[in-house]
């Protein structure tokens, strides 16, 4: 017995080339849409504010203004107990809108040359320390201390600054550390304004500077011994077949 084929019908593939053409002529790539001010927000909420510059009545403006100010504050509802949120959302409507909207604002329109104003640049400090190994902090402490008045209380600032320095140079220089040697470092570090050289009075001990960090570092060792034994322990009981 013989079936004849289907005749094939040509006015679907006509259709469907059709609705196909009009789709790749609708795609959008994002090299040609518009730049977005504030990607956050996203496009769909700078197509709405493009259309609000497009009303021609100002009532009008204003009505999808304050709409859009609402869909703002909906999507960054953690803001909306932070005070002066309503302000800081009626400026970036301006600042997406380019600053060419006329919309009524209860904060006023904001400057345009003062918001994209720019800050003037920090000065990064440049230190070169003669010992770096003391930090940049230790300049501004010996310079107040010779600020000071002689009396009690310079002398111990004094000594509490040498103190300071042979802790640094500890965790420098793992070795001990002579206190003459701390002397003449701060002899040089003040100019010669501060000298200790001739002071019978010494410095902390290099085991109670260093204790802190030997305190924590034996728990560790000894979390390590615990933590070994236990698993020594748990095998030696484990059933072998």
Wanted: overall charge positive.
């Amino acid at each position: 017995m013989y079936f004849a084929t289907k005749p094939i019908d040509y006015r679907f593939y006509k259709l469907y080339t059709t609705h196909f053409t009009i789709l790749i002529d609708e795609l959008e790539y994002n090299t040609e849409r518009e730049h977005l001010i504030i990607p956050e927000y996203g496009r769909h909420l700078q197509k709405m504010i493009n259309y609000a510059k497009s009303r021609e009545t100002k009532e009008e403006r204003n009505k999808v203004a304050k709409a859009i100010i609402a869909v703002m504050g909906n999507l960054q509802p953690h803001l909306r107990d932070v005070a002066d949120f309503q302000h800081k959302l009626w400026d970036q409507l301006f600042i997406m809108a380019n600053f060419e909207i006329d919309v009524d604002s209860p904060y006023g329109e904001p400057s345009k040359e003062e918001i994209q104003a720019r800050p003037e640049p920090l000065e990064y400090p440049q230190n070169f320390p003669k010992y770096r190994f003391y930090g940049n902090n230790i300049k501004t402490m010996i310079d107040v201390a010779v600020s000071w008045e002689d009396g009690e209380l310079k002398e111990a600032l004094t000594y509490t600054i040498a103190n300071h320095m042979k802790k640094c140079f500890l965790n420098w220089n793992k070795d001990t550390v002579e206190d003459s040697l701390i002397f003449r470092h701060l002899f040089e570090l003040s100019d010669g304004k501060i000298d200790l050289k001739n002071s019978k009075e010494d410095l902390s001990d290099s085991t109670s500077l260093m204790r802190t960090k030997s305190k924590y570092g034996s728990k560790s060792n000894s979390n390590k011994k615990n933590t070994s034994s236990s698993k020594k322990k748990y095998t030696s009981n484990r059933k072998r077949y």
